[in-house]
């Protein structure tokens, strides 16, 4: 396996819940996810959209290790997934940092799980703090950040203890839309640096493509990979300058159709300024039309 280009692989995976239905009490069971394989490979950036429900975070949890699958196998670089491990680094929507911990500390977490010396998590967290451009901010506390500074924070901390692979669960959701372009663009500066392999779940089909090379479509009921879909946009990327492209069209469009076919339906152009003044749907279909 160690000349396989495969970081993650997820094989046959099914996820059941039980769940309460009546009054009684009486447990029945929910299929979350059904008969899921996905491999993402090496240094891969791998978006995932799908509607609510489809069972994004449940694909994420069993990735980071924090649920095993009901069946089903799941590996990394070959080893199977059984719990978290620092090879794998999580960054949520709520950030989930430490308030009593300062920035530079926050960042140091892992560090010190890991039994990192003092002097080099010092080194180790100037240099991640510097990569997400917060470096005047090491002794503030995260009450005294904004947003999209906290969600920064987040990132370092999950790159400072060197993870194998970044999962990411909708990061950017809860900031506003100029931010989080900032963000984006931030995020793929970093992955172009590290080569992370990271796995990012989002609700925006313009983020989805924006950022991925390949962008995995789910359906739900039962959860389940779709499609998944090349992006193949050059790289290095600005997202700024990526989404008023042709070939970006194209691709929203197919993931868009992926989606639409779908019970549970996402409007056709995104309530953010840019999608609103550029992604139009017969500018799509007739770029289709083009080729
Ligand atoms: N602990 C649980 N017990 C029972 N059902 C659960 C549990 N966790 C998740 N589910 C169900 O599994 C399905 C998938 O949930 P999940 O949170 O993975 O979806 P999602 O695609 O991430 O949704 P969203 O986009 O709304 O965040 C949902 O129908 C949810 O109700």
Redesign the pocket.
């Known amino acids: 396996m160690a000349d396989s280009p495969a970081r993650i692989e997820i094989r046959n995976v099914n996820r059941d819940?039980?769940?309460k239905r009546n009054a009684s009490g009486e447990e029945q069971i929910?299929s979350?996810?059904q008969n899921v394989s996905l491999t993402v490979n090496k240094g891969e950036f791998l978006t995932i959209v799908?509607?609510?429900?489809?069972?994004?975070?449940?694909?994420?949890?069993l990735i980071a290790g924090l649920a095993l699958p009901t069946s089903g196998e799941l590996f990394i670089d070959g080893k199977k997934i059984t719990k978290p491990a620092l090879d794998r680094g999580i960054v949520m929507q709520g950030y989930a940092l430490f308030p009593w911990r300062t920035v530079r500390h926050n960042v140091e977490f892992g560090l010190e799980v890991k039994g990192v010396p003092k002097k080099d998590r010092q080194e180790i967290s100037d240099r991640f703090l510097k990569l997400v451009n917060l470096s005047g901010f090491a002794d503030r506390y995260p009450y005294e950040l904004s947003g999209g500074m906290k969600q920064r924070v987040a990132i370092a901390r999950a790159l400072a203890y060197d993870p194998e692979v970044l999962l990411m669960?909708?990061p950017f959701a809860a900031v506003d839309a100029q931010t989080r372009e900032t963000l984006q663009d931030e995020l793929l500066r970093i992955w172009e640096e590290t080569r992370k392999t990271i796995i990012f779940?989002t609700?925006s089909i313009d983020e989805a493509v924006a950022l991925a090379d390949r962008v995995a479509v789910?359906s739900?009921n039962p959860?389940s990979v779709k499609e998944v879909v090349k992006v193949g946009l050059p790289r290095p990327r600005r997202v700024g300058d990526v989404l008023s492209t042709t070939d970006f069209r194209l691709v929203r469009y197919r993931i868009w159709e992926l989606l639409q076919s779908q019970e549970e339906q996402l409007p056709p152009v995104e309530e953010t300024p840019r999608a609103a003044q550029d992604i139009h749907l017969e500018e799509q279909i007739s770029a289709s039309a083009v080729l």
């Open positions: 819940y039980q769940i929910f979350a996810l799908g509607p609510s429900g489809c069972g994004k975070s449940t694909l994420l949890d669960d909708e779940v609700h789910m739900a959860g």
